[in-house]
């Protein structure tokens, strides 16, 4: 789906490459960031439905004929704003034992989902991953590369005798975030450090109990 009053371009031909999804450095590299950064307070300010490549070439100064061409819509534009995300440097907390990480990381993800200054474009991500199957795809993408940064924590783990050899590293995330994002995006209840901290115990107990080594 798309979104703004111009029509998309043609689809691509196979094998070419998608739009917005090259890596080349200078101009080119500070004309995607400036576009990921007008994607980000769009998305903020007015979420997914309300998005458009007009208000993308207003706040970034691209003009949206280049936008069009280049993204070809808002979910291209939502799309490849996610695939920077996954750029960045972030890597899982290293408290000095499994649980410490858990609830460490069970908190980072509350705080990233609950910050007023913070949580708009997040959450406008996961709604348009509802929405569109392109921006489905890219949260997909960007969550499975997290999960891959997150091995080591199991790692650590299992050279400390916490976790058994075999822990599934994308299922303790998962199961360590499941409760938060049902409580944030499915019932709407209140999530504090508490049920944070909850989920932690419970996924690091499930662990020992190696209820996430593969069968």
């Given at each position: 789906?798309?979104?703004?009053?111009t029509?998309?371009?043609?689809?691509p031909?196979?094998?070419?490459a998608?739009?917005?999804?090259?890596?080349?450095?200078?101009?080119t590299?500070?004309?995607?960031?400036?576009?990921?950064?007008?994607?980000?307070?769009?998305?903020?300010?007015?979420?997914?439905?309300?998005?458009t490549?007009?208000?993308?070439?207003?706040?970034?100064?691209?003009h949206?004929?280049t936008?069009?061409?280049?993204?070809g819509?808002?979910?291209?534009?939502?799309?490849d704003a996610?695939?920077?995300?996954?750029?960045?440097?972030?890597?899982?907390?290293d408290?000095?034992?499994l649980?410490?990480?858990?609830?460490a990381?069970?908190?980072?993800?509350l705080?990233?989902?609950?910050?007023?200054?913070a949580?708009?474009?997040?959450?406008?991500?996961?709604?348009?991953?509802v929405?569109?199957?392109r921006?489905?795809?890219?949260?997909?993408?960007?969550?499975?590369?997290?999960?891959?940064?997150?091995?080591?924590?199991v790692?650590?783990?299992?050279?400390?005798e916490?976790a058994?050899?075999?822990?599934d590293?994308?299922?303790v995330?998962?199961?360590?975030s499941?409760?938060?994002?049902?409580?944030?995006?499915?019932?709407?209840?209140?999530?504090?450090?508490?049920?944070?901290?909850?989920?932690?115990?419970?996924?690091?107990?499930?662990?020992?109990?190696?209820?996430?080594?593969?069968?």
């Open positions: 789906m798309t979104s703004g009053s029509p998309p371009p043609a689809t031909p196979p094998g070419a998608r739009p917005g999804t090259a890596r080349p450095g200078g101009r590299a500070r004309t995607r960031a400036a576009v990921r950064d007008a994607v980000l307070a769009g998305l903020a300010e007015h979420g997914y439905p309300g998005l490549v007009e208000y993308v070439a207003e706040h970034s100064g691209v949206k004929t936008l069009y061409r280049r993204w819509g808002v979910e291209g534009l939502v799309a996610l695939e920077l995300a996954g750029e960045d440097s972030w890597t899982p907390p408290t000095g034992s649980l410490g990480d858990l609830r990381l069970a908190r980072e993800t705080a990233t989902f609950t910050d007023p200054a949580a708009a474009a997040p959450s406008a991500f996961i709604a348009a991953g929405q569109s199957e921006a489905a795809d890219a949260l997909k993408s960007f969550y499975g590369e997290r999960f891959t940064r997150c091995e080591a924590i790692e650590r783990a299992v050279r400390r916490e058994p050899e075999g822990t590293a994308g299922a995330v998962r199961a360590v499941a409760p938060l994002f049902f409580r944030l995006f499915i019932t709407h209840e209140p999530a504090d450090e508490a049920v944070a901290d909850q989920a932690a115990r419970a996924t690091a107990a499930a662990v020992a109990a190696g209820a996430f080594v593969a069968p």
